[in-house]
T-cell receptor, first 113, second 116 residues
Framework: AQKVTQAQTEISVVEKEDVTLDCVYE???????LFWYKQPPSGELVFLIR??????QNEISGRYSWNFQKSTSSFNFTITASQVVDSAVYFCALRSNDYKLSFGAGTTVTVRA | GAVVSQHPSRVICKSGTSVKIECRSL??????MFWYRQFPKQSLMLMATSNEGSKATYEQGVEKDKFLINHASLTLSTLTVTSAHPEDSSFYIC????????????FGDGTRLSIL
C-alpha cells in the first residue's frame, strides 16, 4: 500500500524567510515517482517538481529546491526567500506503477508581508 | 504543454439533481483519466480510474452507481453524480495521463459542487 505523510499541518512565515516542507512516503514499488503540487485558494493544482526513484540528485529550480533521501523515504521541499504569493496548500504525492497518485494531507503555508 | 480542461468550474443545485462534469484533454490523447475528490481542508482522494473504451475501476468505498464514469473517446471522460445530496458537496478534480510514463499527470482546474 502507498502512503504519504506530511506531518506539518500549517506553517506561517514572514516574507523572505525560507520554508521547508517535510514529506515521508511508504511504498513497496521499486520504481516510483514523487511530486510536489501547490494548490492556491482558487483550487487548481499546480505541478511544481517531480523526481523518480532512480534519481536522488537534489536540485534547485529558481526559489524551489528539494531533498530526496531514498534511505529515509523522504522528499522534502524548500521555498527560498518566500513571497506572499507562495501562500497555498502544498501536497506531496507518490505515483505508483499503475499511475495512481497518493497524496499527503497537505501543508498550509502562509507567508505574511 | 499538455492541458486538461474541466467543466463546469462550479455547480450549485438542489438535492436530487444529477450533475455531469466533463474532463477533456485538449492537445493530447489520454487513454486513462483519474477522478479525485477533495472535501474542505482535506487531501485529494482517488475515486476512480477512467479507461477509454472500457469500464472504470473504482476505489474501495466509492459507489459506482452513484458516480457514473464514461470515457467514450481518447480526449473526454465524464463523471456524473447521480441524485446528488448535500454530502456529495465537494471539489472534484480530474487528471489525464499522457502516453509518456515520465510525464506528470495533468490536472483540470476542478469543479466545486455544492448541493443545497
Amino acid at each position: 500500500a502507498q502512503k504519504v505523510t506530511q506531518a506539518q499541518t500549517e506553517i506561517s512565515v514572514v516574507e523572505k524567510e525560507d520554508v521547508t516542507l517535510d514529506c515521508v512516503y511508504e511504498t513497496r514499488d521499486t520504481t516510483y515517482y514523487l511530486f510536489w503540487y501547490k494548490q492556491p485558494p482558487s483550487g487548481e493544482l499546480v505541478f511544481l517538481i517531480r523526481r523518480n526513484s532512480f534519481d536522488e540528485q537534489n536540485e534547485i529550480s529558481g526559489r524551489y529546491s528539494w531533498n530526496f533521501q531514498k534511505s529515509t523515504s523522504s522528499f522534502n521541499f524548500t521555498i527560498t526567500a518566500s513571497q506572499v504569493v507562495d501562500s497555498a496548500v502544498y501536497f506531496c504525492a507518490l505515483r505508483s506503477n499503475d499511475y495512481k497518485l497518493s497524496f499527503g494531507a497537505g501543508t498550509t503555508v502562509t507567508v505574511r508581508a | 504543454g499538455a492541458v486538461v480542461s474541466q467543466h463546469p468550474s462550479r455547480v450549485i443545485c438542489k438535492s436530487g439533481t444529477s450533475v455531469k462534469i466533463e474532463c477533456r484533454s485538449l492537445d493530447f490523447q489520454a487513454t486513462t483519466m483519474f477522478w479525485y475528490r477533495q472535501f474542505p481542508k482535506q487531501s485529494l482522494m482517488l475515486m476512480a480510474t477512467s479507461n477509454e473504451g472500457s469500464k472504470a475501476t473504482y476505489e474501495q468505498g466509492v459507489e459506482k452507481d452513484k458516480f457514473l464514469i464514461n470515457h467514450a473517446s481518447l480526449t473526454l471522460s465524464t463523471l456524473t453524480v447521480t441524485s446528488a445530496h448535500p454530502e456529495d458537496s465537494s471539489f472534484y478534480i480530474c487528471s489525464a495521463k499522457t502516453l509518456y510514463s515520465n510525464q506528470p499527470q495533468h490536472f483540470g482546474d476542478g469543479t466545486r459542487l455544492s448541493i443545497l
